[in-house]
């Protein structure tokens, strides 16, 4: 039978431990195995491997030896509790060995879970499962977690006071990292708030987020959005020693004004345009960033792109002569300059 996404997540959650098998599939290995790795702990417990209660196969062992998955299924251990065969990898070249096992299983047998990559409808593996009448099936996409997933995750890390900010940063973090970043995110969070009974903050996601490649640069970024010219030498003489690129440095600082010219013209304010911003923008440096969009206004913020812009050409270009990093630091002093008028 096939198991449709929303219903998917409760059963992961919560399976049934009398069901003959069941199959996941996806183009993202890490997201398949995420699923496979929750739904094996909700049956067997944290207790199950040690206890020998989960066989672990893989696509070329079947391929050996077809009747292993069988036996797998049918064998019985010395602890009592449910048991798991678990396959990896499968392909349709062992789906007969899987619908011999499919067709042998019988109750108080090990549940079969199978895991394969991307699957056509027409495939012979997700048919087997799907015209099963006590076996599921179901495909995993890139789709983000929804609204139930990431407070499953948050209860799951013991995260379960969040103010409103903080969950609207936790909502956009999942759609931008992959399953296995965000979930260590949590977990990262959740160490963070060890002891802290106090709701989690968006200061603290943004703490515990991973860094973005412009990290480094975001001090120079700052003091150029807030006019601050006359301290825009020494940190650039700084970045210059950590090998900072002066065109990387233009780089980032048109995104940096791009991101703070698309929130002043966000019809909801500086603030509602930073929210919808991809990747998102957290904590202090948020309420930075909507600042900045505030007191430079859209025409400003539109001459300091083109400012931009027009220096990234000169920077490659190859009839260029000046040192890069001096035109560089040139238009950021520009930048800061016209910020303050």
């Not at 789709?143 to 209860?155: M, S, V």
């Not at 345009?273 to 430079?296: E, I, K, S, T, Y």
């Amino acid at each position: 039978m096939k198991l449709s996404p929303r219903d998917a997540a409760r059963y992961f959650a919560k399976p049934e431990s009398q069901r003959t098998g069941l199959l996941i599939y996806g183009a993202d290995a890490m997201r398949v195995a995420l699923k496979r790795q929750q739904l094996i702990a909700a049956l067997i417990g944290p207790a199950g491997e040690e206890e020998m209660r989960l066989t672990r196969l893989s696509a070329g062992d079947l391929r050996k030896d077809p009747a292993l998955l069988n036996d797998a299924i049918k064998a019985q251990g010395f602890f009592p509790g449910a048991r798991v065969a678990f396959l990896e990898d499968a392909a349709d070249s062992i789906a007969k060995a899987v619908g011999t096992a499919l067709a042998d299983w019988q109750m108080g047998d090990a549940q079969l879970i199978v895991t394969a990559g991307a699957l056509p409808a027409r495939s012979t593996l997700r048919k087997l499962f799907e015209s099963h009448p006590n076996a599921y099936a179901v495909g995993i996409y890139d789709d983000p977690p929804g609204r139930d997933e990431i407070d499953a995750l948050l209860r799951a890390a013991g995260l379960t006071r969040i103010d409103g900010d903080a969950a609207t940063d936790i909502a956009a973090l999942a759609r931008e990292l992959d399953p296995g970043d965000f979930r260590q995110t949590l977990e990262k969070l959740s160490l963070f708030k060890f002891g802290d009974d106090s709701p989690v903050t968006s200061a603290q996601v943004e703490a515990c987020a991973p860094a973005s490649q412009e990290a480094a640069l975001d001090d120079v970024l700052h003091i150029v959005a807030e006019s601050r010219q006359a301290e825009i030498g020494p940190v650039l003489d700084r970045l210059q020693g950590q090998g900072i690129q002066p065109v990387g440095l233009c780089i980032a600082a048109t995104r940096h004004f791009r991101t703070l010219h698309a929130a002043a013209a966000d019809p909801g304010g500086p603030a509602a345009g930073l929210a919808r911003v991809r990747p998102p923008v957290f904590g202090p440096r948020r309420d930075r960033m909507a600042r900045q969009a505030q007191a430079w206004g859209l025409h400003k913020l539109e001459d300091a792109v083109r400012l931009l812009i027009d220096t990234d050409l000169q920077l490659r270009s190859a009839g260029q002569s000046a040192p890069a990093m001096a035109l560089m630091e040139r238009a950021l002093i520009r930048l800061a300059m016209m910020g303050a008028r």
